[in-house]
């Protein structure tokens, strides 16, 4: 009986606990460690240079931004993996998020804190307007926030539109790196993020 008794104890020492875990990335991609050179056994490809906001050709030095279509995480498929970088340091992570990232994701950090829910009319044909409604969840550990966006309803282009993404990010980068265009990995997470 002791035997079992000390497995079972053994056991609970090793799990994490929820809510408890550091958010410090995601799987083997640290925020503020994390190198586009150590990313050599997955398939991820360099996207285009970043611009400042409201320009066309002004570029923002020292981003960089690296793409894998899907990668798998100790069993748990992650597509649409965007990596950014500010002076060849990992400081922002946006990916889609779906059911088993969901899951493997709230059982290593909780349910998360402060939904907001937000309506926004970005389609307009004729007379009509159509919504998307935005709601979020956010994680914050330190310096790092995570927040997961679900967005349904009509998009710009007056398409239905049912997307869920997850970014990660350094707050003091992200305030520093703000005027960078980086809307195209989550047209959404401006609108939200000031509001946490």
Partial sequence: MNRVLNYLILF???CPLYGQSALTGLGPFVLGVTTPDSLH????????LVVVKGTLALPCTGIRILRARS??????????????????????????????????????HGIGHSNINDSIVLCHEGRESKRQVLKS???ERGSIRALAIHATGYNDRCQPEQVSRLTIASLPVAAI???????????????????H
């Fill in 12 to 14: 609970a020492l090793t």
């Fill in 41 to 48: 056994p997955y398939d991820f490809q360099e996207q285009e």
């Fill in 71 to 108: 990668i798998e995480m100790q069993g748990v498929p992650i597509a649409n993996v965007h990596l950014v970088f500010y002076e060849n340091r990992l400081f922002r992570i946006t990916c889609d998020y779906g059911e088993p990232l969901q899951n493997a994701f709230m059982r290593q």
């Fill in 137 to 139: 969840t956010r994680w």
């Fill in 177 to 195: 790196t703000s005027e960078c265009d980086l809307d195209h990995l989550d047209p959404y997470l401006d609108r939200i993020w000031q509001k």
